[in-house]
């Protein structure tokens, strides 16, 4: 009796056979094609996400959240200080030069005597906290003390005062060297444009021809000390000895000092 129940098939029907036939073929491409799909696929979501994987990639993942930066030698140079005439220029002068809302006009000594007999500390503090129209720093937030301190000189040494300019810092930077129509322009055009207290005027050949003779540098060493009405250094005690040579090479070379006119240039 086992002997007939092992013998006996699993199929019975003509239709069971046909389903398992079916099953043998389909069951196989279903396979194939599954195993097919997953390689393609695979293979593209790697393709994609490649860049994920690259050195620079991966570097940025695991990139710490601050950075210590180095600065190469000498980029980080002291910013130039700016003078007390490119102070005014820029900040004073719209009410120091018209005398706008009471503030104390350039060159009115008057005005400017009971200021600089207080001194040059409370000038400096009044200018830093600002008083009546004037703001805070003359309005010039960027500025340091050191630069407000050169303004309040150059407009009080214009204005009958003769203040001491005062040291440049340790660690600021020099101002670049002003050219010798740049001095004229802001400190003897004054006087040598008008022909006022006696000055030659720009120009003026006849009146600049004895001075000429007598060479650059007795010219300067009398412009930075000083003569008749002049004072020393045009009145404005930040200029250097260069910038007043260059100066005078400029209006030596306006009287026709051909010569004078190229070192100026040069200048």
Not at 32 to 40: E, F, N, Q, S, T
Not at 77 to 105: D, M
Not at 143 to 152: C, G, M, P, V
């Amino acid at each position: 009796m086992s002997a007939e129940k092992a013998n006996k098939s699993l199929i019975k029907t003509p239709r069971q056979l046909i389903v398992v036939v079916v099953l043998g073929f389909v069951v196989p491409v279903l396979l194939v094609a599954l195993v097919a799909y997953l390689v393609v696929t695979g293979s593209k979501t790697i393709g994609n996400n490649q860049s994920a994987l690259e050195a620079s990639a991966v570097a940025a993942r695991i990139k710490p959240v601050a950075d210590v930066a180095f600065a190469e030698p000498g980029g980080g140079a002291a910013k130039a200080a700016q003078t007390g005439e490119q102070i005014v220029q820029q900040y004073c002068a719209a009410c120091h030069t018209t005398g706008a809302a009471g503030a104390p006009k350039i060159g009115d000594k008057a005005s400017w005597a009971t200021r600089i007999r207080s001194g040059l500390g409370q000038m400096l503090k009044v200018a830093i906290s600002g008083k009546g129209a004037m703001p805070a720093r003359g309005g010039a937030a960027g500025i340091s003390d050191f630069e407000l301190t050169r303004a309040i000189v150059h407009m009080a040494n214009q204005s009958g005062g003769k203040l001491k300019e005062p040291a440049v810092p340790n660690g600021a930077a020099p101002a670049a060297e002003r050219s010798g129509e740049q001095v004229v322009q802001a400190a003897c055009i004054r006087c040598h444009e008008s022909g006022q207290g006696g000055a030659p005027r720009i120009g003026d050949k006849a009146a600049w021809s004895q001075r000429i003779s007598q060479g650059v540098d007795a010219a300067t060493k009398s412009a930075i000390r000083g003569y008749g009405s002049m004072p020393a250094h045009g009145g404005v005690e930040d200029l250097t000895d260069r910038e007043v040579t260059s100066a005078i090479l400029y209006m030596f070379g306006r009287a026709g000092a051909e010569g004078a006119a190229k070192q100026a240039a040069v200048k």
